[in-house]
């Protein structure tokens, strides 16, 4: 079966605390994995998407790499305004549907 | 910018009534999704729909209707709302890649 898990679920950072995200997958034949950002009350906001092992991207604070079996999402030096919910997904090849995580809920204190 | 906009960002609805959320993207995309997100369950997909007319059940169909008239637009439809679909619902379109979301609609059934 198809699943996506984030860990942590939860976290907490001081201002300019770098740490890492993780989102370990399984599927067969990974069409492509995503990274979004979720404020509260809105709907997610499209961070990256990386479709084979090895790639890399980034924006800003943020970087976003690939293995085989999970991506990371790097926050380097993180602001109290990059606190929200990060969520991956996954798309498996010959699907339209999308996988998604229950997310990592971040907050940044100043 | 893609823009995916949903009818109304709050609704309060009576158990028992047939509820209509609209949504509308403006990218010419073929695929269109419904979601509906609880905490500690992520995001879970009610339908999709590659292109008009056509739709698929996904994890959750259950009490869910959708129509896909037009290319643009995509409404999900509760038959006759009960109290466990409150909850937010967002929609969503994409082309072959990345999803992206409009903003919410937090619907309360009392």
Known sequence: EDQVTQSPEALRLQEGESSSLNCSYTVSGLRGLFWYRQDPGKGPEFLFTLYSAGEEKEKERLKATLTKKESFLHITAPKPEDSATYLCAVQEGGTYKYIFGTGTRLKVLA | ???VTQSSRYLVKRTGEKVFLECVQDMDHENMFWYRQDPGLGLRLIYFSYDVKMKEKGDIPEGYSVSREKKERFSLILESASTNQTSMYLCASSFKGEAFFGQGTRLTVV
Do not use: G, L
């Open chain 2, 1 to 3: 910018d893609v823009k």
